[in-house]
């Protein structure tokens, strides 16, 4: 492996003071989002430190204990995120637990899968495979999920009329939400299903432009970043037909009646 | 009697109790905002309620909610289409009253986006008694119609009542409508029946 260029905080501060010049800029134009870039800039230089040293920590340790604390840390971050990108989301208990429920059932077992029989890493809880790739399904597993329940509760409260014309002709609750359920599952895994379709024509994906940067041969860079679009996939899919099959539940009652009153009241009413 | 309602609540309604009995067309009147809607809801199982409901003597909570929505029907005051032509939103395509309503047989083919507010309507009608429903309930089912088809309407109900042996209960506030197809009425006032 080449060595890679390792990069001082002169760099680092260029590519910042350039960011603060764009920010300075579009103030001056009157556009109005100058503040939130410095204050979205600040936050990813202080997550990223974080995360960096956090992560240093645990490599060198290399215990169980410390990765599933972490992993269990991402995950309920990641839940909480999916609740915030709700408009009218489940109320209750159920708001945050249907979300996070869904995305450790399928990026847990994604990642376990991957680290178990595909990488086959020695020991298989090795943190240097076992965070990044959690890392990066929970991240997309997340914005999926998190498109499909928005959809999936908007448009059962746009629609109430379509669904209750469907329960009254005698359909029963999943029936009545077949279209629905169609529309969410799309709208979670387009994003993904285009990253396919355009990675290494138009993009180049991040991960695999990250290892390159970092030194390693652009064949086994491909490889991995192969490997983790799969993945992301699968967890991606997964986990989104667990949230809209608990989210359909949810929606109706024992006596197949559409229950919008298990949503929380919308933020604009 | 067919159908027996024993101190039926919901959120805002009740208690009230009501009978229908086959055959008849008990029409439903009240101020607006008085819960006609509501209670028509709440008989389908539309709506979250409480109580005593038998169609036929057998209880509302043994009967599976698809089979009793199927036999107690509800056709609210707008219709909604969901697939692209008439025909698909049928359970069957044996429609036996199309021609008593003023269609033929092709209405099945149209496109939903031709139907006229007045055809929704009285499609939305055919749609339902493809069930056959044991119990109509319809709200205000006449309100796009001139005066032709609703005559029609409320012909096709009474012979399919009667054929049925069914029973309809209606929220109209047409008076010279009730004169012609009441059986009785009842009035929903300050959440209960009188």
Request: charged share 15%.
């Amino acid at each position: 492996m080449n060595e890679a260029i390792s990069m001082s905080a002169f760099d680092l501060g260029l590519a910042a003071a350039l960011v603060m010049l764009l920010a300075l800029l579009t103030q001056g134009l009157g556009l109005g989002i100058g503040k939130s870039m410095v204050i979205a800039a600040l936050r990813a230089l202080i997550q990223l430190s974080l995360v960096g040293l956090a992560l240093k920590f645990v490599f060198t340790r290399s215990d169980p204990l410390w990765v599933a604390a972490i992993a269990l840390v991402m995950v309920l971050i990641a839940g909480r995120e999916v609740i915030a990108r709700q408009e009218r989301r489940f109320a209750g208990p159920w708001g945050y637990g249907l979300g996070t429920l869904s995305l450790f059932a399928s990026s847990f077992v994604v990642t376990l899968v991957t680290l178990l029989v595909i990488i086959d890493a020695k020991p298989w809880y090795e943190p240097r495979y076992a965070i990044p790739l959690l890392g990066m399904i929970l991240g997309n597993t997340m914005t999926g999920i998190a498109l499909a329940l928005d959809n999936l509760t908007q448009l059962a409260c746009q629609q109430r009329g379509v669904i209750e014309a469907r329960l009254m002709l005698g359909q029963d609750g999943r029936t009545a939400l077949s279209q629905l359920r169609r529309q969410s599952l799309h709208s979670a895994m387009i994003p993904i299903i285009n990253a396919m379709a355009a990675a290494g024509v138009v993009s180049l994906p991040g991960m695999m432009t990250g290892q390159i940067l970092a030194g390693q041969a652009p064949l086994e860079a491909v490889k991995y970043q192969i490997l983790v679009l799969f993945l992301i996939t699968l967890a991606t899919g997964c986990g989104t037909l667990i949230a809209i099959w608990l989210g359909e539940k949810r929606l109706f009652d024992e006596r197949q009646r559409l229950r919008l009153d298990h949503l929380a009241s919308s933020p604009s009413d | 009697m067919l159908l027996y309602v024993e101190q039926l609540r919901t959120r805002h309604l009740g208690p009230l109790s009501l009978r229908l009995n086959a055959a008849e067309i008990v029409i439903l009147q009240g101020p607006s905002g008085a819960g006609k809607t509501l209670l028509l809801r709440a008989l389908a199982d539309l709506a979250p309620n409480t109580g005593q409901v038998r169609l036929n003597g057998e209880t509302r909570h043994e009967v599976p909610p698809v089979q009793w929505r199927q036999s107690v029907a509800l056709l609210p005051s707008e219709s909604h289409w969901w697939f692209g032509s008439v025909g698909e939103h049928f359970s069957s395509a044996k429609t036996t009253y199309l021609a008593a309503l003023g269609f033929e047989d092709a209405a099945l083919t149209w496109p939903i986006t031709r139907l006229s507010s007045g055809e929704r309507q009285r499609l939305a009608l055919l749609r339902l008694l493809v069930n056959r429903p044991r119990v109509l309930l319809l709200d205000e089912p006449t309100a796009n119609l001139d005066t032709d088809n609703t005559l029609k309407v409320e012909s096709l109900i009474k012979r399919y009542l009667a054929e049925e042996h069914a029973a309809a209960l209606w929220v109209s506030h047409d008076d010279t409508q009730i004169q012609r197809v009441a059986s009785r009425i009842i009035r929903l006032e300050n959440g209960s029946l009188r």
